[in-house]
């Protein structure tokens, strides 16, 4: 049923919004929609593959009802070397670019590198008592919040947050917290086809 809603509204969606803003895809949570641009999922899977630190981009978009639209993403302001393989520290001041658009969401990566035995490389988040990294164990699910990503969030006060999780050939895998959602809800734990010209979101346990 939920499916069937959610294709029902991504080609609601694809039709209101394709010609402008390229293909979307969405997922729906308890507390409403995310709908994402293909540009983006594209560019997360390319840099899922790629990236061995983590890095910070601010997304932008608007909100269209009960659903926050993500249409692109910029680099936040971060040094080399405060991008580490389990934390990343932008600049404290204006990390994201301003622009006409409104800044609506946060995205990180969760390095691979971290995991599979590459333990040397990984570690606790330091000045973080009782947090661990979901990537500091190879036995967790990377597609996490920690709880300095959590906090981090509600003190950013946007609408969403996004970790990228997973790399493959044919499947990427993404976390999605929309604001006012529990933290590490599974609905918002989600795949997709990176080469398709237009993926398409398959969230939730399954
Ligand atoms: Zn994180």
């Not at 040397?120 to 947090?131: H, I, M, P, T």
């Not at 990537?135 to 003190?155: K, Y």
Request: aromatic share 10%; net charge neutral.
């Amino acid at each position: 049923m939920i499916r069937r809603t959610v294709i029902a509204w991504f080609l609601w969606m694809a039709a209101c919004w394709g010609n402008a803003f390229g293909q979307m895809a969405a997922l729906r949570q308890d507390t409403g929609y995310t709908a994402i641009a293909q540009n983006v999922l594209h560019d997360w899977a390319l840099s899922y593959r790629e990236w061995h630190t983590e890095w910070l981009s601010c997304l932008y978009g608007e909100v269209r009802g009960d659903t926050v639209i993500i249409r692109y993403s910029i680099p936040a302001d971060v040094k080399p070397s405060h991008s580490m393989p389990t934390t990343v520290v932008p600049q404290p001041a204006g990390q994201c670019v301003q622009t006409t658009d409104s800044l609506i969401g946060l995205a990180h990566n969760h390095p691979q590198t971290c995991r599979g035995g590459n333990g040397a490389a990984c570690g606790f988040v330091v000045n973080d008592s009782g947090s661990m990294h979901p990537q500091d164990d190879a036995n967790n699910d990377p597609c996490f919040e920690s709880w300095p990503d959590i906090r981090t969030f509600v003190a950013s006060r946007l609408l969403v947050n996004v970790v990228v999780c997973g790399y493959s050939f044919n499947k990427a895998r993404i976390y999605v917290q929309q604001r006012g959602a529990p933290p590490n809800d599974k609905s918002g734990v989600c795949s997709y086809d990176p080469e398709l010209d237009a993926p398409v979101l398959k969230c939730g346990k399954s």
